[in-house]
């Protein structure tokens, strides 16, 4: 792989979010969800117990809560899907060209990744048409990658304003985890998904690196490193099944990251003269209490180093692919960096995977 030079590197130049309107306190969730469960769980009070664990404390739903038991098949969520994701992934993307002084002509390149629904057309093809970006936008659909893909997103629209250094990017992320929900599973790890995930949308902005910067409050995408761990293919992910998409989500995700992060992350960092002690920021999924504490340990961080993805989970919940990019919006609006700050964006998901994302400012 080419070494580039930071002057030559894409940067980012806003992110936009859009949260649905719905938002409930998780007290309230978890009232709706023990009226559902109580009868057929064992153990009701466990429900409690696991929902309190994460430490969420409310959640923005796609849908006003009076409607989800209507979602009895996988195709009537998935509709649900296709109607919300086209509202607030057009909002969050409007709210980002705004942030960064573009229209939707300006648009050269558009990504889109989600693990909560499907559509074709897609669901990008669909706010292009709405939002009248250009009949020659070149749209990137991507499925799968889950909770890792707004970490990989970032890294896979650098590459392509690598080799479009005038052109504008957009990654739009849409995660409706809400309407995933498998309501006959009693298992532990939908108990834990119904409390840890939410709803939300993210869009990012990068310019390429033949633009001109309108300030040093915008990193530049210095450099990005994909690493796929063989043997891992049971820690996350979907099984399909008749009713929709039924959470794979083993308690071995915090080992892995243990095990193996800090060594990556180092790996990644020395290839470019880099050591973790030259980082001033670090921007990490909200994977959950038991993930962010892992990803702590693992890079041996200082307490407060993730402060703002703690906040995230608790404000908004585990938004999949989309919290990193909630986090890194965060990072940007507070306007803390510095010029010559160096930052890590990392985010885990299926696979199991890791995405690492080198800023500069």
């Known amino acids: 792989m080419p070494e580039w030079p930071s002057t030559a590197a894409p940067w980012v130049s806003a992110v936009g979010r859009a949260l649905p309107s719905t938002v409930l306190e998780q007290e309230q969730i978890l009232a709706a969800l023990r009226g559902l469960w109580a009868e057929k769980h064992h153990n009701a009070s466990r429900l409690d117990d696991l929902h309190h664990a994460v430490r969420v404390k409310k959640r923005h739903l796609a849908l006003p809560l009076e409607r989800y038991p209507a979602l009895d098949r996988f195709s009537r969520q998935n509709d649900a899907f296709i109607e919300v994701a086209q509202e607030l992934g057009a909002d969050a993307v409007a709210r980002a060209l705004a942030a960064a002084g573009l229209g939707p002509r300006d648009v050269d390149h558009l990504l889109f990744v989600t693990v909560t629904g499907i559509a074709t057309p897609s669901v990008e093809s669909r706010i292009a048409l709405r939002l009248g970006m250009r ?42 985890c809400s309407l995933t929900l498998q309501r006959e599973d009693l298992s532990v790890t939908n108990v834990i998904a119904s409390g840890l995930f939410g709803d939300g949308a993210a869009a990012a902005v990068l310019q390429g690196g033949a633009r001109h910067r309108r300030g040093p409050g915008s990193p530049r995408v210095v450099a990005s490193r994909s690493v796929l761990y063989p043997g891992t293919e049971r820690v996350m992910g979907w099984d399909v099944v008749d009713s929709g998409f039924k959470v794979v989500l083993s308690a071995d995700v915090p080992q892995v990251i243990r095990a193996r992060l800090g060594a990556d992350v180092d790996r990644f960092l020395a290839a470019h003269g880099l050591a973790r002690g030259d980082l001033q920021h670090v ?32 404000e908004v919940g585990n938004l999949s692919s989309a919290s990193v990019l909630f986090v890194l919006g965060d990072l940007l609006d507070a306007d803390v960096a510095r010029p010559g700050d160096r930052g890590l964006l990392v985010a885990m998901g299926p696979g199991f995977c890791a995405e690492l994302v080198l800023l500069e400012w």
């Open 135 to 176: 009949d020659d936008v070149k749209r990137v659909p991507i499925f799968g990658l889950g909770c890792v893909a707004g970490a990989a997103g970032l890294a896979r629209a650098t590459d392509l304003l690598r080799g479009d250094p005038g052109g504008v990017a957009v990654l739009l992320s849409v995660e409706l």
């Open 283 to 314: 921007v990490a999924h909200t994977g959950g209490p038991k993930v962010l504490e892992a990803v702590e340990g693992a890079l041996g961080l200082a307490y407060g180093a993730l402060e703002r993805s703690w906040r995230s989970l608790e």
